[in-house]
């Protein structure tokens, strides 16, 4: 028995089950040669009309991407910015932004214990219903 818990944010539980879409699409052609050439054949449209099919439309080509500094474009990669913006638009500092990662990383380790804590008694409970020694 193999049990496995995970202490996720919200944006890595989204990517996964991205992932595991894309995992079944691929599985799909696995089945049948006649369907893998079937979809080599429509190539990313196939994806794209599933994409819409599920209202999960991409952004459209006429909206403008964020501006960046003149400052940002010179030196690209090599420049931080003093205040970095979040997604509310709101001004963050450094220091502000220090004390939200600590705050997650805190979250994240009390999300770890709870879930190691649900797996142990879990197993526990199974050996315990089955007659095999637990402490």
Known sequence: MTLRAYAWTNKQVENYKELKKKEEFLMLGDVSKSVQKAMESLGSELEEYLKEAR??????????????????????????PKQ???????NKSKKELKEEEIKLEAALKKAKLTAFGACW???????????????
Do not use: C, Q
């Not at 209202?55 to 931080?80: H, I, Q």
């Not at 970095?84 to 709101?90: D, L, M």
């Not at 008694?121 to 089955?130: D, I, L, T």
């Open 84 to 90: 970095i913006k979040n997604a509310g638009g709101k």
């Open 121 to 135: 008694g879990a197993f526990h409970f199974y050996k315990k219903a089955h007659g095999m020694v637990a402490w």
């Open 55 to 80: 209202g999960e439309r991409e952004k459209k080509e006429d909206e403008e991407p964020p501006k960046e500094s003149l400052m940002a474009r010179f030196l690209g990669d090599f420049y931080t």
